[in-house]
T-cell receptor, first 121, second 114 residues
Framework: NAGVTQTPKFQVLKTGQSMTLQCAQD?????MYWYRQDPGMGLRLIYYSASEGTTDKGEVPNGYNVSRLNKREFSLRLESAAPSQTSVYFC????????????????????FGAGTRLSVL | AQSVTQLDSHVSVSEGTPVLLRCNYS??????LFWYVQHPNKGLQLLLKYTSVATLVKGINGFEAEFKKSETSFHLTKPSAHMSDAAEYFC????????????FGTGTRLQVFP
């Protein structure tokens, strides 16, 4: 059971370089998410996608772009990396969007990948 | 607006003693509340979830949490700590009616001493 798979696991970039973080899930989930984790700040949502073909900004979207390539894959792109983007990035997926009521609440558990550790020098 | 506050950034216990990790929440609606655990260099794993069916929620590895609306709390407990419980724990609230967006607390690092 692969669940949520992220690549690469580690990456070092120079300021101004670009890169794409890949995420794939095999659980047939509709919603996918990208978070960043910084010391003492928990996880903060960068972008999310409620369904194939749709994306929306989260709490900290500046400097990032995303693509929901298909139902399985959701990529995060840094066009011009900055030292402030040094972080651990997590992708997650959930079965359905929250729609209120018990049914919605039982289906909004998010499953996380193992993370990508990115350093920007 | 929804938010969670984890009252302790670090908690240290001896193996075999009880664990208490404290979390207070703020929500305009009936919230979904979660506890996630993150072991070193790993992703996050769901420990348990409150879905307004029962106020005492049992999770994996012997953990449980009690939802107390009057105190706006969702503290995580375990009767007897094990060395393998050493990890970072996140209290999380979901934003209702809006595609499952989660609001994370800042985390509590649990150390377990032999």
């Amino acid at each position: 059971n692969a669940g949520v798979t992220q690549t690469p696991k580690f990456q070092v970039l120079k300021t101004g370089q670009s890169m794409t973080l890949q995420c794939a899930q095999d659980m047939n989930h509709n919603s996918m998410y990208w978070y960043r984790q910084d010391p003492g700040m928990g996880l903060r949502l960068i972008y999310y996608s409620a369904s194939e073909g749709t994306t929306d900004k989260g709490e900290v979207p500046n400097g990032y772009n995303v693509s929901r390539l298909n139902k399985r894959e959701f990529s995060l792109r840094l066009e011009s990396a900055a030292p402030s983007q040094t972080s651990v990035y997590f992708c997650a997926s959930s079965e359905l969007p929250g729609s209120g009521g018990l049914a919605g609440k039982t289906k909004n558990i998010q499953y996380f990948g193992a993370g990508t550790r990115l350093s920007v020098l | 607006a929804q938010s969670v506050t984890q009252l302790d950034s670090h908690v240290s216990v001896s193996e075999g003693t009880p664990v208490l990790l404290r979390c207070n929440y703020s929500s305009s609606y009936s919230p979904s509340l979660f506890w996630y655990v993150q072991h070193p260099n790993k992703g996050l794993q769901l420990l348990l979830k409150y879905t307004s069916v029962a106020t005492l929620v049992k999770g994996i590895n012997g953990f449980e949490a009690e939802f107390k609306k009057s105190e706006t709390s969702f503290h995580l407990t375990k009767p007897s700590a094990h060395m393998s419980d050493a990890a970072e724990y996140f209290c999380v609230v979901s934003v209702p009616y809006n595609t499952d967006k989660l609001i994370f607390g800042t985390g509590t690092r649990l150390q377990v001493f032999p």
